[in-house]
Every structure is written in structure tokens, then in C-alpha cells.
């Protein structure tokens, strides 16, 4: 038997996690090395542990996935990520796959598909879970046509931490919430604002909120109702 590739779990549902272990218990290609509730628990049992693969949700309650996804690929390149995901909007999925995940596994159909997207996230192949809809696949590809061509030079000027920043603040977190998710304080996140508005020339928060949502930065939906 070969060595069997080491996985992290990364979900805030100890239920959830327990049927993944379950899952892969049984096949002889995986191991689970190491399981995390939050954002910050995964990537420091990532620097402990070098997984080769990561199975990560995007609701966690400290950070957004995706960012734990970008962060995930800047500390370890070869790392191999696969979403699974209560969210089977377009945006999300498309935004995962920019963030540096291989696969998405919505968690509805995870008994049936997980294994199947971790064999392919492992090959180093892209794998999108069947129960999407092809016209889910195809709006991904215009949607991320459209992003190539409108995209922002003063966004690639932002810092990493900006980035978290902005995305929290156009998700409609105080400073004080964004300081408790990021570990900062109140008073770092309104300097990551002044610095993110001047970088950016907006001028207040509504102008933030749209920007963030004309580059597919956070779900529109958030600012409906």
C-alpha cells in the first residue's frame, strides 16, 4: 500500500468533521492528520502539521474560507485545496477557484462526491462537483472572462491585510467586529481603511461597498432586502 497523502479539515461542524473522518477512514489514498474549527486554528495547524491537501469550508466564524484559501497558498504554494460548501452561488464558487482552491464540493452531495474531489484535487486537477448545473459552469467561465477584463490596477496595490479589510468592511462589519476576526485592534482597522480609501480613491463607505461588489469581492445579495 502506498503512503497515504495527509489531510487537514478545516470546518466549524464537529459533526460534519466526523463524517469526513468517517469517510476517508476507510480509503487507503487519504489520512486526516488534523482537524480545525476557525480560520486561525487551520493555518496554524498547517504550519504544524504540512498537509498536502486541505478540505476547508468558507463560512468559518473568525475569517471568510477564501481568505483562508490565499493565505493557505502563500505560506505553503503546493498546497491542494478543495472547498466544501453549504453556497452554490456562482460567485462564491468562482471567487474560491481565484483564491487558489483545485475543487468545490457543495455539502449536501459530500458522501457521494468528497472522495471523488479529493482524488482529483490531489492529481493537481481542477474538479467542480456534478450536482452544479452546467450553466452554473458556464456563467463561472463569462463571469471570470468579465473580471479578467475590469480589472483594477489600485486593487493590486492593497496590502494582503487591506484586502481582508476591505472585504469585511463591504461585508458590513464595524471596526471593531473586523479587529476581533483579524486579531487587531479597532484603531489598526480604521488606519487599513484610511489607507484602502486613499489607495483606492473612494471618498465613503457606499462607494467602498460598491467597488467591492463590482470586482466580485463579496455577494450583492448581502446589500438586498
Known amino acids: 500500500m502506498g503512503i497515504r497523502k495527509k ?19 476507510a480509503n487507503p489514498s487519504f489520512e486526516v492528520v488534523g482537524e480545525a474549527g476557525t480560520g ?5 495547524s498547517a504550519r504544524e502539521l504540512r498537509p498536502e491537501l486541505v478540505i476547508l469550508d468558507i463560512s468559518l466564524p473568525d475569517q471568510n474560507g477564501m481568505e483562508i484559501a490565499r493565505e493557505l497558498r502563500g505560506l ?3 498546497i491542494r485545496i478543495l472547498i466544501v460548501s453549504m453556497h452554490a452561488k456562482i460567485d462564491y464558487i468562482a471567487e474560491s477557484f481565484r483564491a487558489g482552491a483545485l475543487g468545490y464540493v457543495i455539502k449536501e452531495s459530500a458522501a457521494d462526491r468528497l472522495v471523488q474531489g479529493l482524488e482529483a484535487v490531489s492529481r493537481g486537477e481542477y474538479y467542480l462537483d456534478s450536482a452544479l448545473s452546467r450553466k452554473v459552469v458556464e456563467k463561472i467561465m463569462k463571469f471570470s472572462t468579465r473580471e479578467a477584463g475590469m480589472t483594477d490596477e489600485k486593487y493590486a496595490t492593497l496590502t494582503p491585510r487591506e484586502e481582508q479589510v476591505l472585504r469585511l468592511l463591504a461585508e458590513g462589519h464595524t471596526p471593531k467586529e473586523i479587529g476581533e476576526k483579524l486579531y487587531i485592534s479597532p484603531k489598526t482597522v480604521e488606519n487599513h481603511r484610511a489607507n484602502i480609501m486613499e489607495k483606492l480613491n473612494l471618498h465613503s463607505t457606499l462607494e467602498l461597498i460598491r ?12 446589500w438586498k432586502g
Open 76 to 78: 505553503f504554494p503546493d
Open 211 to 222: 467597488y467591492a461588489v463590482r470586482l466580485g469581492l463579496v455577494d450583492p445579495d448581502l
Open 7 to 25: 489531510v487537514l479539515l478545516i470546518d466549524d461542524h464537529p459533526l460534519f468533521r466526523t463524517g469526513v473522518k468517517s469517510l476517508l477512514e
Open 40 to 44: 486561525r486554528e487551520g493555518l496554524q
